[in-house]
């Protein structure tokens, strides 16, 4: 019942739990997926951030800024395009409020949190006077890299697949865990689960019951992990500051658009699926922006452009950057110690210029003493001379 299975590659996984229990409290991994996602994609946008010179803590404070807006705005967006799903006649207002923040279940577009990232983005780069196109290049394979994870979370969700279908490449999962969840009847209701899947079952291991569907959440993952690459092997070669997140959006949108038309959860605008209409729209967006600065460099325009060190370089100008942080310091410390020798020498002078004086004093009044003892003794004796004659 909980197992995915894929029959036509001979790939099967007997038993995938959609969560964990720590503490009485129930952990859903595709939370625990998401958040693995922002985590590498800030370490990956600040190791490029470094490698193109700029100050990796200022992306930071940017996912700071931004990880709870693009939660928000992928729910929003998702909520908004779904409405019917969360509204019913004579269902109380805060019962309609709790399932609409209830993130627990999905239900988060990623296209509503990427438009609300933007947003923020250029509102941070208002702010602190820094460039949008450059962090959009620094950041858009950190970027990657959350989605192809947050796709493994649909895996863990049971969400997000495709059509039935019988080609090779198709997932079979078990009836039985929808009833169990009970999103059967919702399921077929919204059309996610066709009648068509439950017709024609896929039969795995000891007659269990299966749909057989597109694993659109796989194959939206590997796009973007070859879009991921050619990003990687391009970016030390880029021509102009946003070059590599306007590759991005327009090979995000062109494959978003085709694996989209597979889906049976797809939201709605009429009999139009809104995410093909978005993924158009930033495919030709993108791509008339970069037919654009292409023109211009033609025509002799040298946009600003921030080179992208190797590695290899990067770690020879840390090494110096190092060298010279600990001979600022030792050169610090030696001042110090210099200062102290010569603090150490004055006052040793000091108190060698005060022994002297005192022992001259003592000479003086010794030689009085002595002095008038010789007077005493030399009058004495003329006095007794005096009283011989």
């Not at 790939?11 to 952990?27: A, L, R, Y």
Request: hydrophobic residues 40%; charged residues 25%; contains cysteine.
């Amino acid at each position: 019942m909980n197992g995915i299975h894929f029959p036509g590659l001979g790939i099967h996984f007997n038993n995938v739990p959609s969560g964990f229990t720590i503490f009485g409290i129930e952990v859903r991994l595709y939370a625990v997926v998401i958040v693995i996602g922002f985590v590498l994609a800030l370490l990956i946008s600040s190791r490029e951030a470094r490698l193109s010179r700029q100050d990796d803590e200022t992306y930071l404070d940017f996912f700071l800024w931004m990880v709870i807006p693009s939660m928000i705005g992928a729910r929003a967006y998702y909520v908004i395009f779904n409405w019917g799903e969360y509204y019913e006649k004579g269902k109380g207002f805060w019962e309609t409020v709790g399932d609409i923040v209830n993130i627990r279940e999905g239900g988060l577009a990623i296209y509503g949190g990427l438009i609300v990232g933007v947003f923020v983005a250029f509102v941070f780069n208002k702010k602190r006077k820094l460039s949008l196109p450059l962090m959009g290049d620094t950041v858009c394979m950190g970027v990657l890299i959350g989605q192809i994870l947050g796709r493994w979370g649909n895996f863990f969700n049971r969400e997000a697949f495709g059509a039935f279908t019988k080609s090779f490449i198709r997932m079979a999962i078990p009836v039985d865990y929808f009833a169990n969840e009970e999103t059967l009847n919702d399921y077929l209701e919204s059309g996610i689960i066709t009648n068509k899947m439950l017709m024609n079952p896929d039969i795995v291991g000891k007659r269990t019951a299966c749909i057989s569907v597109y694993p659109t959440f796989l194959l939206e993952g590997l796009w973007c992990l070859a879009l991921l690459i050619i990003i990687l092997l391009y970016r030390r070669h880029k021509k102009f500051d946003g070059e590599l997140s306007l590759f991005y959006i327009m090979g995000y949108g062109l494959g978003r658009f085709f694996i989209e038309g597979l889906r049976t959860d797809s939201l709605m605008i009429g009999s139009m699926k809104v995410s093909q209409i978005v993924a158009l729209v930033c495919f030709f967006g993108a791509m008339l922006l970069l037919v654009f600065n292409y023109v211009r460099i033609f025509r002799g325009h040298k946009p600003q452009c921030h080179r992208i060190m190797k590695l290899s370089e990067y770690r020879e100008i840390r090494a110096a950057e190092k060298t010279k942080k600990n001979t600022e310091k030792s050169n610090k410390v030696d001042e110090k110690s210099s200062e102290k020798n010569d603090s150490d020498e004055e006052s040793d002078n000091k108190v060698a210029g005060e022994k002297p004086e005192e022992n001259s004093g003592d000479e003086k009044k010794n030689s009085s003493d002595i002095s008038k003892t010789n007077n005493n003794k030399n009058n004495g004796n003329g006095k007794k001379n005096s009283g011989k004659k």
